[in-house]
């Protein structure tokens, strides 16, 4: 029964119940060129014709994708459904019809947010979904295949005992959701553990089941925090401890892993994780570290990236992780585009080698986009340099640059102590000299840098320990002023023996997707620009600090269009 070597959770998918999704996702999606009165419509992020959504699983050779949608309007509406897209690559995607709709009294205002798992044996694919009743209470519902011999999988039942989790005693009624993927622990029991809340006090509550339908509560919160309200979308699986990239089946248990426990916080709109060890016969998860509201909490992202979900890939053998990525104009923006949010590029995500910290990297096949490339070696960038990467289309870019350090005893000195790295994010922003940096990308810039979103790093002397400080600027992204240009920042500790940083960019016409020291840190933003757009955005190498900064090497490719067709696309080959 152990489901390390019987089970296969390589899918664990997730869909968020507050966000806008699309309309009229079945009639097609434009492949071939940009829509130029879609300026901010992305090109090879996941996105249905007018969109959101949210959570892979993979099945016979084929990746689902299950999202919630609401077919009426491009904002939140009172009956969501689950829409349905496939891919063979994570890249390229098939819509199919919607998977589940309102219709009985367990879910008949809405089928939000939730998770698969496969079972062993049959390998049947099973679906624990939050339906809002006939009473507007959360409940937990599942559902199952119609036809498992469809790879497709593409109708769905409602089990006959729905709903399979009521909420228990100690958690409001309308805030009882987001069931995870189940994982089987030593004794043959799945568990599975759902995001919920009592006044102020945020939860994660432990289920345990036998047959996947008969499903018992633990009375004791599998995590509790203070003051943070409802606990979403919660995240649980293990990570290899020897610094392997390589993924692990959810339902792993012995001392080559550690766990990790994820949150997504409505109050804060951040997803945070949390390191620590899970002893299942005592139904135990032990934290590193305990939340604290401030800067040292641990995010997947520290940018703009919600409500994720990670599923372990067995073909490739690797843990995959997807957030939703929300936008920064207004209601009336999306009600006037037709869409809103999108997806962000699925990352491959493991321990890092020093045990403190996820690493986290887009997946190989992002590669399949790679078009035109240009490469640059050996530049020297001195205190006020701005060097453009031309030759690509800036606008649908991956551009990855490698720079070499000054000495860093030259930096300056800065006492962490109650320094919030966002608002030193704002403060010392990318036209600010310093010492080593600012330096990093001006992506999708104008040609007078009257517009650019500056992604960059300075590096400073902690009393311990040097440190460096990646940004994302978006205080000069556009000329339009009513749009949330919020300065994202994070701290991340330098080896003093490589005196080299890494920097990837995915840019993609309103999302810029960094990836900072090889991965150990990650900032995405949503930006409009007025007049870098289509041909007309550049991309830049600068520095701002009077130490220049070598760089060893940057590679940058435009990126093809992904291929999002329509379900009279669908071959089953």
């Excluded at 679906?127 to 199952?144: E, M, S, W």
């Excluded at 551009?399 to 000054?406: K, N, Q, R, S, T």
Aim: with cysteine; net charge negative.
């Amino acid at each position: 029964m152990l489901a390390s070597t019987s089970m296969k959770i390589f899918a664990e998918l997730l869909l968020l119940m507050i966000f806008p999704l699309l309309l009229n996702i079945g009639t097609g999606i434009e492949t071939s060129t940009h829509n130029i009165n879609q300026p901010y419509r992305t090109s090879y992020h996941f996105q249905p014709q007018q969109n959101w959504m949210n959570g892979p699983m993979y099945y016979k050779g084929v990746y689902h994708l299950f999202y919630q949608y609401n077919p009426y309007a491009a904002t939140f509406g009172d009956r969501i459904v689950w829409g349905h897209s496939i891919s063979y690559d994570l890249i390229n995607w098939i819509h199919l019809n919607n998977a589940i709709e309102p219709s009985e009294d367990f879910d008949i205002n809405s089928c939000w947010s939730g998770s698969a798992t496969i079972i062993p044996g049959n390998e049947q694919p099973v679906i624990l979904y939050t339906g809002i009743d006939d009473k507007k209470h959360q409940v937990q519902n599942l559902a199952i295949p119609k036809n498992l011999s469809d790879p497709l999988l593409r109708e769905w039942t409602k089990h006959p005992q729905n709903p399979v989790m009521t909420p228990p005693n100690g958690v409001e009624v309308d805030n009882f959701r987001d069931p995870s993927s189940a994982w089987q622990a030593k004794d043959g029991k799945w568990r599975v553990v759902i995001g919920a809340q009592n006044g102020d006090e945020g939860k994660t509550m432990l289920y345990q089941s036998e047959d996947f339908v008969n499903w018992k509560v633990d009375p004791n919160p599998f995590y509790a925090s203070d003051d943070t309200g409802v606990c979403e979308c919660p995240d649980f699986f293990p990570v290899f401890i020897n610094g392997s990239t390589n993924g692990v089946d959810t339902s792993v248990q012995n001392p080559s892993v550690r766990h990790v426990l994820k949150i997504s916080y409505l109050s804060k709109h951040h997803d945070y994780y949390f390191l620590g060890k899970y002893v299942s016969d005592q139904e135990n998860f032990i934290p590193d570290f305990r939340f604290t509201g401030t800067g040292l909490d641990l995010r997947y992202d520290y940018g703009k990236f919600y409500a994720s979900k990670s599923f372990f890939d067995y073909a490739n053998n690797r843990r995959i992780l997807w957030g939703w990525v929300n936008e920064s104009d207004s209601t009336q923006d999306d009600i006037e585009k037709g869409w809103a949010g999108l997806q962000s590029i699925p990352r491959q995500v493991w321990l890092d080698k020093s045990g403190k910290r996820l690493v986290q990297w887009p997946i190989e096949e992002v590669g399949q986009l790679h078009d035109k490339q240009i490469t640059i070696t050996g530049e020297n960038l001195f205190n006020g340099s701005t060097l453009e990467v031309s030759g690509i289309s800036a606008s649908q870019a991956d551009v990855e640059v490698l720079f070499e350090l000054p000495e860093l005893e030259s930096a300056e000195f800065l006492d962490l102590n109650g320094v919030d790295p966002q608002v030193l994010c704002s403060q010392e922003h990318a036209s600010r000299n310093g010492i080593i940096g600012p330096f990093g990308l001006l992506a999708l810039a104008s040609k007078d840098l009257k517009e650019h979103t500056a992604v960059f790093f300075r590096i400073y002397q902690a009393p311990d320990r040097f440190v460096g400080l990646m940004c994302s600027d978006q205080s000069r992204s556009s000329l339009r002023q009513d749009l949330d240009k919020t300065t994202y920042g994070t701290f991340f500790d330098i080896d003093p023996n490589l005196k080299k940083i890494s920097l990837r960019s995915l840019i993609d016409h309103s999302i810029v997707e960094s990836f900072g020291d090889e991965g150990r840190v990650c900032i995405t933003s949503r930006v409009y620009p007025s007049l870098a757009t289509g041909i007309d955005a550049h991309l830049y190498v600068f520095n701002q600090g009077s130490q220049s900064v070598f760089i060893s090497k940057l590679n940058a490719w435009s990126m093809k269009r992904a291929e999002i067709g329509p379900q009279g696309n669908i071959s089953c080959a």
